[in-house]
């Protein structure tokens, strides 16, 4: 991620710009995969799916994106989605052997082995040199119950790897599919090889336990403790060292081995469980609670998954016996109470326990899924919290630079909605960013995006207040995003406008569309004396007048408006809404028809010549304008109450309620659309509905007339 960043950084310098964005789309590649790892390490699989969807689309490599995005799908119980994904990445490269593997554990996490060992054997045959790919077809076949076929392969692979940590892999992996016999054999292989060898012990003492239960206790504590000698620091180990030596009644020797397995997050967990058995069992029950409400805290705060059902029974039994023991009945009763739904878990063996915590926790996946690679791990998975945080804020910072350069480069070439989008994920991973907010801002203003860029403008007032040009910028978006009574506070103070024409008319403009005509008269009359052929100034002093009544002085204007530029916007769609005020309704359609041939994609005098024509008898023509404007804006409410209209009196009753009903669902305080609505139920036999929707509109209207 880093060497991207100063690789494209390197480019620039040397006047190379394709390369320098290749470079930085490289950056985010990296950056986004490597925020992916780090929340799914980190126990957050919405925000890691988030930053593999941008790794995704953040460069023309698709691979490692989609093969982390299946493997989240895997760990979040959504194998359908696994193979959606994985299939979309083999139809690309068929020859892609952790594709495969991971496809094929898909398939049996959907309880289809037969299907994941038919994809491996394809693979196995079609890339033979694939050590992995074999490795995991044997253990397709342990799960087929076919061990023969397994140890054959295992034995190919232990010849091409023959090293002793390659024999604890299939030894785990025998174990894990109820083979304890030949994991014996294997983990004892490993040891001849190298009698350190770190895991084997460890192994083997599970192997035993789960063969042989109870009777193989002391055998198995034999081995963790070897191991412990060899791996001192091995928090697994610790561990089921701990557990066993808790099923064993060893309290006081177990203390250590699970005092070293809490200070690792990866076991604390579970460590925290048994440590509260042990020091239940030697009376010591504040110590325990603690312990075992810590182990419930952890469970309900993110490591559900380190608990299988099991498992939290017995926290809140031994936690309700612990508080018991305090004389805190009260507090131990509800625990009682979880802890009885599952009582029959309360009698389990040495095996039992060690079957459930491997279930539910200790089996690595890699050994106990086919199809996951068994010779590498993530690289952040074993990372403490601390660290991970500070590489989490390391990514943000490296991904919102890259973005925020690659926003300069389409700036630079006149790609304004590119470079917004680029700017605002830069700004969603640091807002304080420098000069992202600026930058955003000034994006979205110049991509024609007014209202969106309102709010990091905004942001960047805020920082430098005292910018004329920022500001500047600021009411002339508020004023396209229609927001006037924003534009005109900023453009009051603006020490430009005096000297500016074009700042004058938008401070007009504001004004009088926020009802302050009285206001914009003296700069009008200013502007009138200076610019008498201003096309567009003419149009703002006939809105202004027709919103006083005066529409004789509106309708000069605008003809005068009309007659120097003929196209001139919102002259004629002015004068229409004037005349169908003044019922003059032929006259009203003839103007609004000039505007929609000028600007065809003004929806608002559309839906002005559909009502002039529908109040004017012409019920399809006026239905036909109105479908336009809903084609363009469905969510227009006005629209949808007059196509509603029309449809009910036309006699389609139930393409009338259905059209009223969603205009009622958009403006819901518009007491015309209940009216309209209540009568269409009512046609429709629905008097129920029909006195529902009266009783809304008589409260609608009263509430208008107070």
Same mark, same amino acid.
């Given at each position: 991620?880093?060497?991207?960043?100063?690789?494209?950084?390197?480019?620039?310098?040397?006047?190379?710009?394709?390369?320098?964005?290749?470079? %930085?789309?490289?950056?985010?590649?990296?950056?986004?995969?490597?925020?992916?790892?780090?929340?799914?390490?980190?126990?957050? @699989?919405?925000?890691?799916?988030?930053?593999?969807?941008?790794?995704?689309?953040?460069?023309? +490599?698709?691979?490692?994106?989609?093969?982390?995005?299946?493997?989240?799908?895997?760990?979040?119980?959504? #194998?359908?989605?696994?193979?959606?994904?994985?299939?979309?990445?083999?139809?690309?490269?068929?020859?892609?052997?952790?594709?495969?593997?991971?496809?094929?554990?898909?398939?049996?996490?959907?309880?289809?082995?037969?299907?994941?060992? $038919?994809?491996?054997?394809?693979?196995?045959?079609?890339?033979?040199?694939?050590?992995?790919?074999?490795?995991?077809?044997?253990?397709?076949?342990?799960?087929?119950?076919?061990? +023969?076929?397994?140890?054959?392969?295992?034995?190919?692979?232990?010849?091409?790897?023959?090293?002793?940590?390659?024999?604890?892999?299939?030894?785990?992996?025998?174990?894990?599919?109820?083979?304890? +016999?030949?994991?014996?054999?294997?983990?004892?292989?490993?040891?001849?090889?190298? @009698?350190?060898?770190?895991?084997?012990?460890? %192994?083997?003492?599970? &192997?035993?336990?789960?063969?042989?239960?109870?009777?193989?206790?002391?055998?198995?504590?034999?081995?963790?403790?070897?191991?412990?000698?060899?791996?001192?620091?091995?928090?697994?180990?610790?561990?089921?060292?701990?557990?066993?030596?808790?099923?064993?009644?060893?309290?006081?020797?177990?203390?250590? =081995?699970?005092?070293?397995?809490?200070? *690792?997050? =990866?076991?604390?967990?579970?460590?925290?469980?048994?440590?509260?058995?042990?020091?239940?069992?030697?009376?010591? @029950?504040?110590?325990?609670?603690?312990?075992?409400?810590?182990?419930?805290?952890?469970?309900?705060?993110?490591?559900?998954?380190?608990?299988?059902?099991? $498992?939290?029974?017995?926290?809140?039994?031994?936690?309700?016996?612990?508080?018991?023991?305090?004389?805190?009945?009260?507090?131990?009763?509800?625990?009682?109470?979880?802890?009885?739904?599952?009582?029959?878990?309360?009698?389990? *063996?040495?095996?039992?326990?060690?079957?459930?915590?491997?279930?539910?926790?200790?089996?690595?996946?890699?050994?106990? &899924?086919?199809?996951? =690679?068994?010779?590498?791990?993530?690289?952040?998975?074993?990372?403490?919290? +601390?660290?991970?945080?500070?590489?989490?804020?390391?990514? !943000?910072?490296?991904?919102?630079?890259?973005?925020?350069?690659?926003?300069?480069?389409?700036?630079?070439?006149?790609?304004?909605?590119?470079?917004?989008?680029?700017?605002?994920?830069?700004? *969603?991973?640091?807002?304080?960013?420098?000069?992202?907010?600026?930058? /955003?801002?000034?994006?979205?203003?110049?991509?024609?995006?007014?209202?969106?860029?309102?709010?990091?403008?905004?942001?960047?007032?805020?920082?430098?207040?005292?910018?004329?040009?920022?500001?500047?910028?600021?009411?002339?978006?508020?004023?396209?995003?229609?927001?006037?009574?924003?534009?005109?506070?900023?453009?009051?103070?603006?020490?430009?406008?005096?000297?500016? !024409?074009?700042?004058?008319?938008?401070?007009?403009?504001?004004? &009088?569309?926020?009802?302050?005509?009285?206001?914009?008269?003296?700069?009008?009359?200013?502007?009138?004396?200076?610019?008498?052929?201003?096309?567009?100034?003419?149009?703002?002093?006939?809105?202004?007048?027709?919103?006083?009544?005066?529409?004789?002085?509106? &309708?000069?204007?605008?003809?005068?408006?009309?007659?120097?530029?003929?196209?001139?916007?919102?002259?004629?769609?002015?004068?229409?809404?004037?005349?169908? !005020?003044?019922?003059?309704?032929?006259?009203?359609?003839?103007?609004?028809?000039?505007?929609?041939?000028?600007?065809?994609?003004?929806?608002?005098?559309?839906?002005?010549?559909?009502?002039?024509?529908?109040?004017?008898?012409? @019920?399809?023509?006026?239905?036909?304008?109105?479908?336009?404007?809903?084609?363009?804006?469905?969510?227009?409410?006005?629209?949808?109450?007059?196509?509603?209209?029309?449809? /009910?009196?036309?006699?389609?009753?139930?393409?009338?309620?259905? $059209?009223? /009903?969603?205009?009622?669902?958009?403006? #819901?305080?518009?007491?015309?659309?209940?009216?309209?609505?209540?009568?269409?139920? $009512?046609?429709?036999?629905?008097?129920?509905?029909?006195?529902?929707?009266?009783?809304?509109?008589?409260?609608?209207?009263?509430? =208008?007339?107070?």
């Amino acid at each position: 991620m880093q060497r991207a960043l100063t690789e494209a950084e390197s480019m620039l310098r040397r006047d190379e710009p394709q390369a320098a964005e290749s470079w %930085y789309r490289e950056a985010l590649l990296e950056g986004w995969l490597l925020l992916g790892d780090l929340h799914r390490a980190g126990g957050a @699989p919405a925000e890691a799916q988030a930053a593999y969807e941008r790794a995704l689309v953040s460069a023309l +490599e698709a691979r490692r994106p989609l093969l982390a995005l299946a493997e989240l799908a895997l760990e979040r119980g959504d #194998p359908e989605g696994a193979v959606e994904v994985l299939l979309r990445l083999l139809a690309r490269s068929s020859g892609d052997g952790r594709a495969v593997r991971l496809l094929a554990r898909a398939f049996n996490a959907t309880g289809q082995p037969e299907l994941a060992v $038919q994809q491996l054997e394809g693979a196995a045959q079609s890339m033979p040199e694939d050590v992995e790919t074999r490795f995991a077809l044997a253990s397709g076949y342990l799960r087929l119950e076919r061990p +023969e076929s397994a140890e054959k392969l295992f034995r190919e692979v232990a010849e091409e790897r023959p090293i002793p940590q390659t024999w604890i892999l299939i030894g785990r992996t025998y174990r894990d599919y109820g083979e304890y +016999e030949r994991a014996r054999e294997a983990l004892e292989r490993a040891i001849g090889q190298e @009698p350190r060898v770190p895991r084997a012990r460890f %192994y083997l003492g599970t &192997v035993e336990l789960l063969d042989r239960g109870r009777g193989a206790v002391e055998e198995a504590i034999d081995h963790f403790r070897e191991e412990r000698r060899i791996s001192p620091e091995d928090a697994v180990n610790s561990l089921y060292l701990g557990m066993v030596l808790v099923d064993a009644r060893r309290f006081e020797e177990a203390l250590t =081995s699970l005092e070293i397995a809490v200070e *690792s997050e =990866s076991t604390r967990p579970n460590a925290l469980h048994h440590l509260g058995r042990a020091l239940l069992g030697l009376d010591r @029950p504040g110590e325990a609670a603690a312990a075992l409400e810590s182990a419930i805290g952890l469970a309900e705060g993110g490591y559900g998954g380190s608990f299988n059902a099991n $498992q939290m029974e017995s926290l809140h039994y031994q936690l309700a016996l612990a508080l018991r023991r305090t004389g805190d009945e009260a507090r131990a009763m509800p625990h009682f109470e979880a802890a009885e739904r599952f009582s029959v878990a309360l009698a389990q *063996s040495s095996r039992d326990r060690m079957s459930n915590y491997l279930d539910g926790h200790g089996k690595e996946p890699s050994a106990g &899924v086919v199809g996951l =690679s068994v010779f590498s791990e993530t690289p952040v998975s074993g990372l403490s919290a +601390e660290v991970r945080e500070q590489l989490v804020r390391t990514a !943000r910072t490296t991904l919102a630079r890259a973005s925020f350069n690659l926003g300069v480069m389409a700036t630079q070439g006149r790609r304004f909605t590119r470079a917004a989008d680029h700017f605002e994920q830069s700004a *969603s991973l640091d807002p304080g960013f420098p000069r992202v907010q600026y930058s /955003l801002g000034v994006a979205r203003f110049n991509a024609g995006q007014f209202e969106q860029a309102t709010s990091p403008l905004s942001k960047a007032l805020e920082g430098t207040p005292g910018d004329p040009a920022l500001r500047r910028m600021l009411a002339l978006a508020w004023l396209n995003a229609e927001v006037y009574d924003r534009a005109a506070e900023l453009l009051a103070t603006d020490p430009a406008r005096a000297a500016d !024409r074009s700042l004058q008319y938008a401070y007009g403009l504001a004004l &009088v569309r926020s009802d302050r005509t009285g206001e914009a008269r003296p700069i009008f009359d200013r502007l009138l004396a200076e610019h008498a052929d201003w096309p567009e100034l003419n149009v703002l002093l006939g809105q202004a007048a027709a919103q006083e009544g005066d529409f004789d002085a509106a &309708v000069e204007h605008l003809e005068r408006a009309v007659e120097l530029r003929p196209d001139v916007a919102e002259a004629q769609a002015t004068l229409g809404n004037i005349y169908l !005020r003044q019922g003059r309704l032929e006259e009203a359609g003839a103007a609004l028809r000039a505007e929609l041939a000028s600007h065809p994609v003004d929806h608002r005098s559309r839906y002005v010549l559909a009502t002039v024509l529908e109040l004017d008898n012409q @019920p399809q023509a006026a239905l036909r304008e109105v479908e336009l404007v809903l084609a363009a804006e469905p969510d227009f409410a006005d629209a949808g109450y007059l196509r509603g209209k029309i449809l /009910l009196e036309d006699g389609r009753v139930d393409e009338a309620a259905a $059209q009223l /009903l969603a205009a009622a669902e958009l403006a #819901p305080e518009d007491p015309n659309i209940r009216n309209q609505l209540g009568q269409a139920y $009512q046609k429709l036999g629905d008097r129920e509905k029909a006195r529902e929707q009266f009783e809304i509109f008589q409260r609608l209207k009263g509430r =208008s007339e107070q």
